[in-house]
């Protein structure tokens, strides 16, 4: 309990943690009209390929700060020895994030949704995919961030997106078929497959990689 | 009795270094350790070591701990972009019956709605070292704590380490000056 | 480590020689191709680089798992000195692919899910060794490296699949090890040995690397001094 208190305090009270990322990504989706021509009938189309890559900086964005502030200050050091599981701590912290960040996201990008294509339908079936790949990024992008934490997240950023860009192939696929009314649950069952073991490994894989920083 | 701590033929290399070689010691219930040592001697990978925190070791450490350790080293885990009362909070300690005398002795009770990041660095220190005041583990870590304390605070802490002592808590600490404590002396310098 | 000298350079010309001999078979003795005529003939190159690239990369990943587990430093050595070769393999992949894209499909980039996950993999071996370079504590860096290896490595079976899962304008694996060649066997024979010669050269060269990768690190030690 501690650690979420202690997880929601701190972002109260540094909103530029959540509340930037979540407007760069208003943003992003707001600008991208704008460099094509307003009568193109394809703006649906492109509208896809830009809102993945939109959640994918925003996460990217979002996972920055998520353990240098407190490796910098030793709030890692004190976590790291005390009784609670280490891993656990991490992925509350993660899921902190993901509530204040990847929730709102997923649903403003639904809205965009169906401000573009004008399709509630697919407004409504984005929804879950959006919010399981944003669970999927944001763990991802904090192991990155876990490897580079001392050198900047530019370096964390490359080496993990190429680990991320099979999965946005997948969701490629997953939007052609809520398009054609095909059945996508195919691509929301393999998503939640890839997130239910991401979420169990990545922590481990973080504390481990954090221990190793403290060092 | 058994060790609260019980370090055997400790050694540590920091690329191909050595830093420390044979340290043993051992810290019963009640009983404090001053660390002394040159700079770079390794007083703080001592300590991290204690916790736990760093591997890369040879030789054994046992420890016989019934709570979690109490480790304050540089880093003192304040937010300063927080209050010192938000930060009390997020240590866990604002409701502590203890807190209010605490405060007054180190004059910070008027401080309590005021930005960490405008109070001064001794000042900063103080509120750390109340997360060890208020503490109930029966190790207790200190790296260097005396570090920006003006004297008056020095002596109340020697003062309240002193007590732990009485109520059974076992005390590591390293400090470059001498404290009026009641402790053993481990020399990391001499060991090499 | 004297032995290891001469047996490595034997390896070399064996590899070399073996290399050499199957291009010029390849390249001069085998017929056309019905389809593609003369132009298939990149495969000498093509298919051997890409074969080993992620090989390579599997190799990276057992080693890195060695590391780990069993705290072998030699096998972190091996992980850090794979990673250029791995890239440069890669690099040959990716740039005789083009090559062979232009007569065959018309233009010498497509994006298509074998080219474009070998790019990842190229990307990839260029963020470990980003990565590794960028913390000069190295026994920090091997495990990082190290952990970040296993975790890329669940891309690999999908670069492998990709052909079979999506469907795409590359041509699936001519050989698999269960299936009967899809080629004929004139030319299958020297890309065998094309790929096991230059398997053989890649490994020297990563011998080679690993060497210079232990000189460097373990400078300071006193066996090195007596080696050199």
Known sequence: MNIIKFELLKLRNKSRGWL???LVFILIMVAFPL????????????FFAVLWIAVLLVMMLATEDIFLEDFNDGSLEQFAISDISFPYIISVKIFIYWLLIGVPISIIGSLFCLGFTNSGNLAINIFPILLITSYIFINVFSFGNALSLTKGSVLGTLVTLPLLLPLLIVLGKAVISINLNLNYLGFVALLLGV?????????????????AHLE | MQPKVKATNLSYKINEKKLFQNISFELMAGKA???????GSGKTTLLKIICGLTNQVKGEIEKKLDKQICFLGHKNALKQYLTVEENLSLLNIINHPDLKQHLIEFGLDKSLDINLSSLS?????????????????????????CVGLDTQSQNYLCRFLNDELEHRKSILFSSHISLDINSEKLNLSDQV | MYQVDRAYSYIFYVSLVLYLVSIFWGLFVTPEDFVQGNSYRIIYLHVPASFISQ???IAMAIASAIFLIWKVKLSAYLVRSIAPIGAITTFIALISGSIWGIPTWGTWWVWDARIVSTLILFIMYLGLISLHD??????????????????????????KMSVEWWSTLHQPASITISDKPAIDLVMLYPLFGSIVGFAGIVACLVILSSK????????????IKNYV
């Open chain 1, 20 to 22: 930037g990322p979540i």
């Open chain 1, 35 to 46: 460099t094509v021509e307003i009568s193109n009938k394809d703006l649906d189309q492109s």
């Open chain 1, 195 to 211: 997130l239910s073991i991401i979420i169990f490994l990545i922590p481990l894989i973080i504390s481990y990689i954090i221990r």
């Open chain 2, 33 to 39: 350790i001053h660390i002394q040592g040159d700079n």
């Open chain 2, 121 to 145: 660095f001794g000042q900063q220190k103080k509120i750390a070292l109340l997360r060890v005041f208020l503490n109930d583990s029966d190790l207790i870590l200190l790296d260097e704590p």
């Open chain 3, 55 to 57: 090989s390579l990369y």
């Open chain 3, 134 to 159: 960028s913390f000069s504590n190295h026994e920090k860096a091997d495990k990082f490296l190290s952990i970040l290896v296993l975790v890329g490595s669940v891309n690999i079976p999908i670069i």
């Open chain 3, 212 to 223: 210079l990768q232990i000189l460097r690190r373990e400078r300071n030690k006193s066996w």
